[in-house]
């Protein structure tokens, strides 16, 4: 430590290297996190009409937030959809990660067929499901009802709340569960098979390994796939964009969606400003309690 | 040293993920807004100078995909006998607004832009148009041009765009079904009691035949193909000032009561509760449904499609009849440096030359009322019956139309799927005071 930081020519030399080792990072960090950052924080204090000049309105545009009906339904179902997603999806994977942890006879194949959803765009995959899903053209209800599962006219992305919310929770599944494998399957594979051995060795039965050695050798992984499902979901933009398009009645609208609404369709881009660091403050203060929690349990 | 390596460690992660938070927020809200700067409307030089330039200039404009097809025409037509070429790009309807409000906040928008006419005003009063009120009246058109387009296109007594695209909405039947049904498909009706009846007589054919369809999940599809029938009943949708709504009225609540009914009755096509506006024009060209108000614009296209199809004026509760004068306006982007370039375009259009020999030949609606009737309109006894519905219908103006109404996420929509299918109403009143509010808001 003394050697980057210590005073001197040669200390100086060094700390200087290291500066210029970091700066194209720093520049990209600057230029495309920072600087928008702040001039969304600086557009959220002002009226900012699309050409012409702002004024300064502070703090109408947080004020109006908090009296915006649409704002509050919208938190409500965004919440509910990341309380639905984030078990679902994190079992999902952590499954499907198990079954392949180990190299047998058609392991890969089946990594295989888990990640290549993964290959498809997320709009895109938004469009495939609208399609499959559809009435008219998409075979799904088609084969339930051949199945006998179900009878008649059935419209799955915005016949009733709960069917819109399901296609959208399978839609991710599908999607996301592949890539959410993968980072499990890393972490599964950073331990070492000593451990197991070991385990084993003194008697440890299948469910003490994934309990007592897995899992907790696993957190690290743990917690970046759950920060990342977690920020994702408060995220959700793509599936409800396409998919239900915030219907029916707007039980699917998301955060996203309105901040979209306000900046796109009102032309509002203050009060959308405010609504993403409302947004942004929110991921900040559930990001650093899910961090702590995992990081506490790890001790 | 572990506590606090740990505590860097959480803050690092959380920042970490923050910073992924961050950039997807900030690229989802389009953080790139203006400058702050004035925006340079070009008025200073061109306001004075109002001559039209055909100097050989590459002009970009854009429209919706809804109403590319006449744009493409009048380009094609304008690009083959004039030294300007205009690069037209046709963007999807819905994504449509987003765009012109991203290439506004980069101060990147095209030449010329069309716009859906019920968003003119918005749009005017955004300032993403050039002020053409000078130009306009050099070309002595002004009140030739439909008025309720014209009115779209201002904002504090300044035109900023004129009529492109006129789109009507009219009640389209199947002219074999009529027959199969035993009804006279030369006798469409003339009140919505008629056309109630007239659905119901195609619906008992089954076999996958519905007496009606209607968007029943698409605000602008409902606006479009209802509140003629209110208006021809004497009712009104908004305030002359488009600062507040008037839905709640008993005309409304009668229209609504009355598609109510043929969707429980079974008489619309289940699908019509979930019809967002994609796949409407595929249900009324499958000649699966008996008789539907819809576009105007898609007469081409449902006839090219092998219906028998016939068309008549969308009526009112006891008679009368109304349309929606919709399709686009154009006007000059306010950040293009080639403003007498593309009014040579725009002014073009307007011509006679443009609104026969491209729009009427194409089977469209002029958008010069003394151009109604001319040789293409006489051949085809439907487009004298389109031409002559145009001067009986409106246009709303609202600054704040898309938010209120088009938007999925409109009070309009909400208050339209109670109407329809929930507690009516409660819906009709409670979508009355939201809209109001939404209409007002700054």
């Known amino acids: 430590m003394r050697a980057v930081t210590g005073s001197g020519p040669r200390g100086r030399r060094r700390a200087a290297a290291g500066l210029l080792y970091a700066s194209p990072t720093l520049v990209m960090v600057v230029t495309f996190f920072v600087v928008p950052l702040g001039l969304v924080g600086w557009m959220s204090l002002h009226r900012w009409p699309l050409l012409g000049t702002p004024t300064i309105n502070a703090p109408d545009n947080y004020t109006a937030a908090t009296g915006d009906s649409l704002l509050r339904s919208a938190t409500w179902f965004t919440v509910k959809y990341t309380l639905v997603v984030t078990p679902l999806l994190f079992c999902l994977a952590l499954a499907m990660a198990l079954l392949v942890q180990h190299r047998r006879r058609g392991t890969g194949v089946v990594r295989t067929a888990f990640l290549l959803p993964m290959a498809v765009g997320f709009a895109s995959a938004s469009v495939l499901f609208l399609g499959l899903l559809s009435d008219e053209i998409g075979p799904v209800t088609g084969a339930l009802t051949r199945l006998g599962l179900v009878d008649g006219y059935v419209s799955w992305v915005s016949g009733s709340p709960g069917s819109a919310l399901g296609a959208s929770v399978v839609l991710v599944l599908w999607r996301f569960g592949g890539f959410m494998m993968l980072l499990f399957l890393v972490g599964l594979q950073a331990i070492p098979t000593e451990v197991y051995e070991a385990a084993r060795l003194d008697g440890a039965s299948r469910r003490q390994i994934l309990f007592r050695i897995t899992l907790p050798l696993l957190r690290p992984t743990l917690a970046l796939v759950l920060t990342l499902i977690v920020t994702g979901s408060l995220l959700a933009f793509d599936q409800f964009w396409i998919l239900t398009r915030g219907g029916p009645d707007n039980s699917t609208t998301s955060l996203v969606m309105v901040v979209y609404r306000n900046a796109f369709v009102r032309f509002d881009l203050g009060s959308a400003a405010a609504v993403s660091i409302l947004l942004l403050a929110g991921l900040l203060a559930i990001n650093v309690v899910q961090l702590g929690v995992l990081r506490r349990r790890s001790r | ?442």
């Not at chain 2, 109002?50 to 006449?70: F, I, K, Q």
């Not at chain 2, 199969?180 to 089954?206: H, I, N, Q, T, Y």
């Open chain 2, 1 to 442: 040293m572990r506590g606090p390596t740990r505590a860097r460690g959480t803050r690092v992660r959380a920042a970490r993920a923050a910073a992924v938070a961050i950039s997807l927020v900030l690229v989802t809200a389009g953080c790139g807004g203006g400058s702050g700067e004035a925006a340079p409307t070009g008025d200073g030089r061109s306001s004075s100078a109002t001559a039209a330039v055909d100097d050989g200039t590459t002009l970009t404009m854009w429209t919706r995909a809804g109403t590319e097809a006449l744009s493409r025409a009048y380009v094609d037509a304008y690009n083959a006998t004039h030294r300007n070429q205009v690069r037209l790009t046709g963007y999807p309807n819905e994504e449509y607004p987003a765009k012109l409000a991203s290439a506004a906040g980069a101060r990147a928008l095209p030449d010329l832009f069309a716009a859906d006419v019920v968003f003119a005003p918005q749009y005017a009063a955004e300032g993403l148009w050039q002020d053409l009120t000078d130009r306009l009246a050099t070309t002595g058109l002004a009140d030739r041009l439909a008025p309720g387009h014209v009115r779209a296109g201002t904002w504090e007594g300044r035109g900023y765009a004129v009529p492109h695209v006129i789109d009507l909405s009219v009640m389209f039947y199947d002219r074999k079904l009529f027959t199969r049904a035993g009804l006279d498909p030369d006798k469409p009706p003339v009140s919505l009691g008629e056309f109630a009846e007239a659905a119901r007589a195609v619906g008992r054919l089954g076999g996958g035949v519905h007496g009606t369809y209607f968007g029943g999940n698409c605000g602008g599809c409902v606006e479009f193909t209802f509140w003629p029938s209110v208006w021809a009943s004497g009712g009104t949708v908004l305030a002359p000032d488009g600062r507040s709504s008037t839905i709640a009225s008993r005309q409304m609540a009668d229209v609504f009561s009355l598609y109510r009914a043929l969707y429980q009755e079974g008489v619309a096509a289940p699908a019509s509760k979930d019809e967002a506006g994609p796949t409407w024009l595929a249900a009324l060209k499958g000649g699966k449904v008996g008789i539907a108000p819809g576009p105007s614009a898609w007469l081409d296209l449902i006839e090219k499609a092998g219906v028998d199809v016939g068309v008549a004026a969308i009526p009112g509760l006891d008679g009368g009849e109304s349309t929606f004068v919709g399709g686009d306006a154009v006007g000059i982007g306010a950040t293009s440096a080639h403003a007498a370039q593309a009014w040579d375009f725009v002014a073009w259009t307007l011509s006679d030359a443009a609104q026969v020999e491209v729009v009427a030949k194409g089977k469209g609606v002029p958008v010069r009322t003394d151009l109604a009737v001319n040789a293409y309109s006489s051949a085809d006894p439907r487009l004298v019956t389109i031409n002559t519905i145009a001067a009986k219908g409106q246009t709303p103006y609202a600054r704040n139309f898309n938010a209120s109404f088009n938007d999925p996420q409109s009070p309009w929509l909400r208050a339209v799927r109670g109407a329809l299918f929930g507690d009516a109403p409660a819906a009709l009143a409670e979508g009355d005071a939201a809209i109001t509010a939404s209409l007002r808001q700054q």
